[in-house]
């Protein structure tokens, strides 16, 4: 375990996270920008169409409505925002956090074509006699325009990571921390084998399946492979995170390679599972087996580590900045150790399924979360208003994860009384009260929830609207004062 553990520095903390301070200023660079935006854009409608989700899966009112379609296309959109474009999109800001400099014109077409392509998906979902289909990790909507404007955001996101791979590492002086950047990249390559894994099940897949089926398998294990790529990026922010609120990195830059290596390589190899036909279970069960076994090992492992390193440097962690970093930190963990408790009680296809995922994802989504107020904190104006921002973001990031634990376990009281997933409006039977009070304790929730995602808007917004339209434009950027006291 020597390996692991992070070189001690005979420094004092707080001249240490001075000099981060001093050194982050004026760099958070046009592209992180651009993308961090959109990421959190997509929240706002992501946010609207849950709300219809959510009050759809009510006992009462999802009897008055007849068309369970709507529900669904609502579904459908609203996941893909708040997974695809979110994650995505805000793993692309992060990797451009690596450099001072923007990418120029490759990268503003990259952005471009990913932005065009999630108008086209909104505008799918709204299209008349649009079908929807529930598959798994990413659901779609049967539309060309919806198809089209999926295949070009996805066409974007790999074409701005391949862009930021390919840039020296010479040149990477941006506020990433170098053991932030090694799990970054590793996410960046896992999507990219997401993208290969796809091509292949599709080359693999029989003619004459129906488009359920169709969908359903083609996406199984590029699905699986987004995963280990959103667990990968959720744990790079962990590092990031705890060395900034304690001025010290957890890990050498060499465990930190052992732990990402352990974690990646071996789904590097699901593109061949489809050898034998998209169909054939080697496909599917190798999938579902890699992702099983591949996730949690290093996961548990970093929690371990980042907890003791915490622990250690408890009495240091003084400032309003520090002690949000130190809550989003535990709260994703905690939304992320619940998500394999719920997987682990997983024996059918009921809505335990929904309350895994959501809690494991609400993980990643909690850590994006504490990213951004790091990010927006990094491109203010240098006053002390940043405390404040501090403060209301450790409040914020703790009733999220409350509420979205609710949720999860919400969904899972349903699923252990049988409670099926995928249903909605007139199709959903609810026929014992261990349904109800699961059903009633996901409604509530989902609402602690949506008001605490609805804060994280009203905070960050009002920080990227001074991006772009602050008085002082482009010189507010360059006048950083990031995490002051950090």
């Known amino acids: 375990m020597s390996s692991l553990r992070a070189d001690s520095v005979p420094a004092s903390v707080e001249l240490k996270a001075e000099a981060m301070v001093q050194a982050d200023c004026g760099c958070v660079n046009a592209d992180a920008r651009r993308w961090s935006s959109l990421a959190v854009g997509s929240l706002v409608l992501a946010g609207l169409l849950s709300l219809a989700v959510v009050v759809g899966r009510l006992p009462f009112i999802s009897n008055w409505i007849a068309d369970p379609l709507f529900f669904k296309r609502c579904l459908v959109v609203h996941v893909d925002l708040?997974?695809?474009?979110?994650f995505y999109?805000?793993?692309a800001s992060l990797l451009a956090l690596r450099f001072r400099r923007d990418s120029g014109i490759l990268g503003r077409i990259g952005f471009y074509v990913a932005s065009l392509g999630v108008a086209g998906m909104i505008a799918g979902g709204l299209a008349k006699g649009a079908e929807p289909v529930l598959s798994n990790y990413i659901p779609v909507i049967d539309h060309p325009l919806f198809l089209g404007g999926l295949a070009a955001f996805f066409v974007g996101v790999l074409f701005c990571f391949g862009l930021e791979l390919s840039r020296s590492g010479k040149d990477a002086e941006g506020p990433m921390t170098r053991s932030a950047r090694i799990g970054l990249q590793a996410s960046a390559l896992l999507v990219t084998a997401a993208a290969v894994t796809w091509v292949s099940a599709v080359s693999g897949m029989p003619k004459g399946v129906d488009t359920t089926t169709f969908y359903e398998f083609s996406i199984w294990g590029a699905g699986h492979v987004l995963q280990v790529a959103n667990a990968a990026a959720m744990m790079a922010v962990w590092l990031w995170v705890l060395e900034k609120?304690?001025?010290?990195?957890?890990?050498s830059l060499k465990g930190v390679t052992v732990l990402f290596s352990i974690l990646a390589v071996p789904h590097f190899s699901l593109p061949l599972l489809t050898y034998r036909g998209t169909m054939d279970t080697l496909y599917h069960a190798g999938a579902t087996q890699l992702m099983r076994w591949g996730i949690f090992p290093v996961m548990l492992t970093l929690v371990a580590i980042g907890s003791r390193h915490l622990w250690k440097h408890r009495s240091e962690i003084k400032s309003p900045a520090a002690k949000a970093l130190r809550a989003g930190f535990i709260a994703s963990v905690s939304l992320s150790l619940l998500g394999v408790c719920l997987g682990l009680c997983i024996r059918g296809s009921n809505t335990l399924v929904p309350a895994h995922y959501h809690a494991s994802l609400g993980g990643v989504t909690v850590a994006f979360m504490t990213a951004a107020f790091l990010i927006v904190t990094l491109a203010r104006r240098g006053d002390n208003s940043a405390d404040k921002i501090w403060k209301s973001a450790r409040r914020q990031l703790?009733?999220?994860a409350v509420g979205q634990s609710v949720f999860a376990i919400g969904f899972g009281i349903g699923g252990v009384y049988g409670l099926g997933r995928k249903a909605y409006a007139s199709e959903q039977h609810v026929r014992s009260l261990g349904e109800y009070v699961g059903l009633w304790t996901m409604g509530l929730g989902g609402i602690v929830a949506m008001v605490a995602g609805l804060w994280f808007l009203a905070l960050v917004l009002r920080e990227m609207y001074a991006w772009w339209f602050g008085r002082s434009g482009q010189n507010r950027?360059?006048?950083?004062?990031?995490?002051s006291e950090l």
Do not use: C, D, E, K
């Open 477 to 483: 950027i360059s006048s950083i004062n990031p995490v």
């Open 89 to 91: 999109g805000f793993i």
């Open 82 to 86: 708040s997974l695809s474009v979110w």
């Open 245 to 251: 609120a304690t001025g010290q990195a957890p890990l």
């Open 398 to 400: 703790f009733l999220f």
